[in-house]
C-alpha cells in the first residue's frame, strides 16, 4: 500500500459532493436532494500547508470548510455494509469555490469545472489515521477568516453520510487509493480576498492555516 500521508501528491481524483449539509439547503431555500451531487476537481487543484492559496486573476472565491475522506483501496460496486472498509483516513480540506463562474454556470447550465478546479482550490492538511477517527459522523468543522469564525457545523448534519456516498459513487466511477471525496460543506461560506488568513479544522483533532493571495 503506497503512502497514503502523499495522497495530495499522487495524482489521483478528488470528488466534490454539492450541497451535502441540512442547514446549508435551509439557507439556500432547496429541496433535500434524492441522490448526491457528484463533481470532479482536478489533482493539479491540490495544495498543502505552507503553500498559498492563489485567486485567479478576476476571479471571486469563496472557502468551504469540509471533512475529507481519502479512500484506502480500490473500491467498484461497493455496499453502504462494506464502504468504510474502503476508507483510508480523513483530513481537513477547503473546497475553494470561486462563485463567479458557479453563478454564470448555474444559470446557464454551464460547466463548474472551472470554477471548481482552478490551481490551488483543494487545499488539504495532513492525513488523520482512521484509528482516531472511530465516528465521522460526529465531528465539528469550522473555519475562520482572519480570526473571525465564518463556518461552523457537524458531520450528524450530511444529508448523505460517507457509506452512502462510497457506495454510490463506486456505481459508477472506480475509487482508487489515495482518492479524495470532499463530503460537502456546511453554511457561512463567504469571500476571500488577498492577504486573508483562513483557518479551520476539526475540533479537538485537527486544523489548517492558508494564506490567500492573487494572482497579478
Ligand atoms: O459550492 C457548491 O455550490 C457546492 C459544494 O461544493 C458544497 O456544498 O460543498
Ligand atoms: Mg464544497
Not at 135 to 150: F, Y
Request: with cysteine; proline share 6%.
Amino acid at each position: 500500500m503506497p503512502n497514503l500521508q502523499l495522497f495530495a501528491k499522487t495524482g489521483k481524483k478528488i470528488i466534490g459532493v454539492a450541497a451535502n449539509y441540512r442547514t446549508l439547503l435551509k439557507v439556500l431555500k432547496r429541496d433535500v436532494p434524492k441522490e448526491p451531487g457528484i463533481f470532479i476537481k482536478p489533482s493539479t487543484s491540490y495544495v498543502t500547508e505552507g503553500e498559498r492559496i492563489l485567486i485567479p486573476r478576476d476571479f471571486s472565491v469563496n472557502e468551504e470548510v469540509e471533512l475529507g475522506v481519502i479512500i484506502g483501496k480500490k473500491a467498484k460496486h461497493v455496499s453502504r455494509e462494506e464502504a468504510m472498509n474502503f476508507v483510508g483516513g480523513y483530513c481537513v480540506a477547503l473546497d475553494m469555490t470561486a462563485t463567479c463562474r458557479m453563478q454564470e454556470a448555474r444559470s446557464t447550465g454551464g460547466s463548474w469545472t472551472l470554477g471548481k478546479g482552478f490551481d490551488t482550490a483543494t487545499p488539504v492538511g495532513k492525513l488523520i489515521p482512521t484509528s482516531d477517527i472511530p465516528n465521522p459522523h460526529d465531528l465539528t468543522l469550522w473555519c475562520s477568516v482572519n480570526g473571525t469564525k465564518r463556518q461552523e457545523g457537524s458531520t450528524s448534519d450530511m444529508v448523505f453520510d460517507i457509506p452512502t456516498l462510497i457506495s454510490f459513487i463506486s456505481k459508477f466511477m472506480t475509487l482508487e487509493e489515495n482518492d479524495l471525496i470532499l463530503t460537502g460543506s456546511p453554511p457561512g461560506m463567504g469571500p476571500v480576498h488577498k492577504g486573508d488568513i483562513i483557518e479551520a479544522g476539526i475540533r479537538g483533532l485537527t486544523q489548517i492555516q492558508f494564506n490567500v493571495d492573487k494572482e497579478q
